[in-house]
């Protein structure tokens, strides 16, 4: 038992041995491969999986080596990484360390280009209704866009050809390769920083699709889609269309072609004022002439012409409306005075006075008005009313 123990050796030992028996057996090589499981760490460093149909196997990507990849990778994507074995001992596994990653050809950049596209037209980058306005006479353009690029010096030249007045703004950046896609976004939040700047451009030369990667970023669309300053994508020939295309305010086929939908054409301007000047002088005799046309006309109308006619006519019309008025009146004061006779009538029918002067009397007993024989009190005296007089009768049969 103490000589096996003595044989015995150390899990380290052991993991050590395979790792210098694996990396010294195998130099650098290529793998083609799924990527799976991909995660940027907080600290730089790359963690995923490259499998295919029958296995798989974990990768790391350090820091140093991801920033020279020009795209982002993403999972389901077809890869090449460059690489060569490693062991992790404290779980005893190998990994690739990968040193170089690319797409295994252009369909994987055209699919991962699709599935952008689809994921931020569904959240609606790309609807009509939010596009900025071009302004018409810009003050002031900005342009992100390589300092030393023949796109740079193309836009000049037409800025100076079209419309002089404006004033350029560059912001250099590399417009192709690794970290390119973070300055262009940097360079569109910084602009949106400055109060006068009119419209910004994002321009570059033709190119592959490898080539106009950086304008395919999520980080770059999403940096369009939040400025508040109208953004042109000039970028590539008529037949190249990127996710920045889509995103920004307003497309152009080149970066020069941007550059003529960012500002008026000078000689148009020109153009302008020289027949306006031209024109100025015949515009505002023919309107003076218009104008004198329509006076006279109007002098010459049949109400300039016979103004005492139409004095007459409306007189007539006063008076026709003043005659309804008064019939009108007259009509209701006739009704009244009628029904206040009828009343007065009515109320004179039912005058005691007069009745009792046609010869008849009333009785009065105990203040009360005797209107039947059987309520008429022999024993009690009572009052005669006539029209001349009245005549009270007491118990005693005398009168008074």
């Given at each position: 038992?103490?000589?096996?123990?003595?044989?015995?050796?150390?899990?380290?030992?052991?993991?050590?041995?395979?790792?210098?028996?694996?990396?010294?057996?195998?130099?650098?090589?290529?793998?083609?491969?799924?990527?799976?499981?991909?995660?940027?760490?907080?600290?730089?460093?790359?963690?995923?999986?490259?499998?295919?149909?029958?296995?798989?196997?974990?990768?790391?990507?350090?820091?140093?080596?991801?920033?020279?990849v020009?795209?982002?990778?993403?999972?389901?994507?077809?890869?090449?990484?460059?690489?060569?074995?490693?062991?992790?001992?404290?779980?005893g596994?190998?990994?690739i360390?990968?040193r170089?990653?690319?797409?295994?050809?252009?369909?994987?950049?055209?699919?991962?280009?699709?599935?952008?596209?689809?994921?931020?037209?569904?959240?609606?980058?790309?609807?009509?209704?939010?596009?900025?306005?071009?302004?018409?006479?810009?003050?002031?353009?900005?342009?992100?866009?390589?300092?030393?690029?023949?796109?740079?010096?193309?836009?000049?030249?037409?800025?100076?050809?079209?419309?002089?007045?404006?004033?350029?703004?560059?912001?250099?950046?590399?417009?192709?390769?690794?970290?390119?896609a973070?300055?262009?976004?940097?360079?569109?939040?910084?602009?949106?920083?400055?109060?006068?700047?009119?419209?910004?451009?994002?321009?570059?030369g033709?190119?592959?699709?490898?080539?106009?990667?950086?304008?395919?970023?999520?980080?770059?669309?999403?940096?369009?889609?939040?400025?508040?300053?109208?953004?042109?994508?000039?970028?590539?020939?008529?037949?190249?269309?990127?996710?920045?295309?889509?995103?920004?305010?307003?497309?152009?086929?080149?970066?020069?072609?941007?550059?003529?939908?960012?500002?008026?054409?000078?000689?148009?301007?020109?153009?302008?004022?020289?027949?306006?000047?031209?024109?100025?002088?015949?515009?505002?005799l023919?309107?003076?002439?218009?104008?004198?046309?329509?006076?006279?006309?109007?002098?010459?109308?049949?109400?300039?012409?016979?103004?005492?006619?139409?004095?007459?006519?409306?007189?007539?019309?006063?008076?026709?409306?003043?005659?309804?008025?008064?019939?009108?009146?007259?009509?209701k004061?006739?009704?009244?005075?009628?029904?206040?006779?009828?009343?007065?009538?009515?109320?004179?029918?039912?005058?005691?006075?007069?009745?009792?002067?046609?010869?008849?009397a009333?009785?009065?007993?105990?203040?009360?008005?005797?209107?039947?024989?059987?309520?008429?009190?022999?024993?009690?005296?009572?009052?005669?009313?006539?029209?001349?007089?009245?005549?009270?009768?007491?118990?005693?049969?005398?009168?008074?």
């Amino acid at each position: 038992m103490a000589a096996i123990t003595e044989r015995a050796i150390s899990v380290s030992a052991i993991t050590g041995l395979i790792k210098s028996t694996l990396e010294e057996s195998f130099g650098q090589f290529s793998v083609i491969g799924e990527l799976s499981n991909f995660k940027p760490h907080v600290s730089g460093h790359w963690y995923f999986t490259l499998k295919d149909a029958s296995a798989q196997i974990s990768c790391t990507m350090w820091k140093g080596n991801n920033s020279y990849v020009f795209f982002t990778p993403q999972d389901g994507m077809k890869i090449i990484v460059n690489g060569k074995l490693s062991i992790y001992p404290p779980r005893g596994t190998y990994q690739i360390d990968v040193r170089s990653m690319v797409p295994a050809g252009e369909g994987e950049l055209q699919a991962a280009f699709e599935k952008l596209k689809r994921k931020l037209n569904d959240e609606g980058l790309f609807d009509p209704e939010i596009k900025k306005e071009i302004p018409r006479f810009p003050k002031r353009i900005g342009i992100v866009t390589a300092r030393d690029g023949a796109a740079l010096q193309d836009m000049i030249n037409s800025a100076k050809r079209r419309y002089p007045l404006a004033e350029i703004l560059l912001y250099p950046s590399k417009v192709q390769g690794e970290g390119a896609a973070q300055e262009i976004a940097k360079a569109i939040e910084y602009i949106n920083t400055l109060d006068d700047i009119d419209v910004m451009i994002l321009g570059r030369g033709g190119g592959s699709l490898e080539d106009l990667w950086a304008f395919n970023e999520e980080i770059v669309a999403r940096a369009i889609f939040n400025s508040e300053i109208p953004i042109i994508a000039g970028i590539g020939h008529e037949i190249d269309f990127t996710i920045a295309d889509f995103a920004a305010d307003k497309r152009a086929s080149t970066p020069t072609a941007a550059m003529e939908l960012a500002t008026p054409n000078y000689n148009d301007i020109l153009s302008f004022i020289t027949d306006f000047i031209e024109n100025i002088d015949s515009d505002i005799l023919s309107g003076i002439e218009n104008k004198r046309n329509k006076l006279s006309r109007i002098i010459n109308s049949y109400g300039f012409r016979l103004p005492e006619d139409v004095i007459k006519i409306k007189t007539q019309y006063l008076d026709s409306i003043l005659y309804k008025f008064d019939s009108v009146i007259d009509k209701k004061l006739t009704y009244k005075r009628n029904l206040l006779s009828l009343l007065d009538q009515k109320i004179d029918k039912f005058d005691f006075n007069k009745i009792l002067k046609r010869g008849f009397a009333l009785i009065n007993q105990n203040d009360n008005l005797v209107q039947r024989a059987e309520n008429f009190n022999k024993s009690n005296p009572f009052l005669i009313k006539f029209f001349d007089g009245d005549i009270r009768i007491d118990n005693d049969k005398k009168e008074r």
